[in-house]
């Protein structure tokens, strides 16, 4: 588990079908994909994320709220085909009753985190469609770059955002110097 300020990161359960549903289903949130996920998809989602912490140590996890326990999406770090290579990637959804209140930005922070603190990568990606600047925004606000724009047939184009392990530690010097409050 994870903990954020307002928000635990968890393992997902199959009991966080519908939940999850209701956010992979949503049009809108799903604008960016080929298209909504159904029930199947979903459940495979669940099951995807559930064979990545065995075999990886890690996947999406579960976001919920610390203070009403409610489901509110998920992020976490994964192994993605971006621009033909495998390369772990911080992945996000959130439910777009939570848009716009930073609740992507701090579970993003939080994997980030987790990932160079208990992982050997050296660099981490966050990927999506051309056309998502939502997730461009937090990748930005993860403390990331674009790397690169790339054909991708799922999403006509996709960008690729990275923070180094180098970069990610000047951030975390930057944090220890401000003055407490």
């Keep these: 588990m994870i903990k954020t300020q307002r928000l635990l990161l968890r393992e997902y359960t199959m009991e966080d079908f519908p939940a999850l549903y209701e956010i992979l289903s949503d ?75 930073g609740y992507g930005s701090e579970a993003a922070r939080a994997v980030r985190d987790w990932a160079f603190r208990n992982t050997p990568y050296n660099i981490l990606y966050s990927c999506c469609k051309y056309t998502n600047l939502a ?31 180098q970069e990610w530690e000047a951030l975390q010097m930057q944090c220890e110097e401000l003055p407490a409050d």
């Excluded at 990886?56 to 203070?67: I, N, P, S, T, Y």
């Excluded at 461009?136 to 960008?159: F, W």
Aim: charged share 25%; aromatic share 14%; proline share 6%.
């Design 27 to 101: 049009p809108e949130t799903m604008a960016h994909y080929p298209a909504p996920y159904d029930q199947e998809k979903t459940r495979h989602w669940i099951t995807w994320n559930l064979e990545n912490y065995r075999f990886h140590g890690f996947g999406l996890w579960a976001v919920v709220r610390r203070d009403t326990g409610e489901f509110i999406g998920d992020c976490g770090l994964s192994m993605q085909c971006i621009d033909g290579e495998m390369l772990p990637e911080i992945g996000y959804h959130i439910h777009k009753t939570y848009w716009r209140q």
């Design 135 to 165: 997730s461009q925004r937090t990748a930005l606000a993860n403390g990331m770059h674009k790397v690169k724009e790339y054909p991708d047939p799922k999403n006509t184009i996709s960008c690729a955002f990275a923070i180094t392990r």
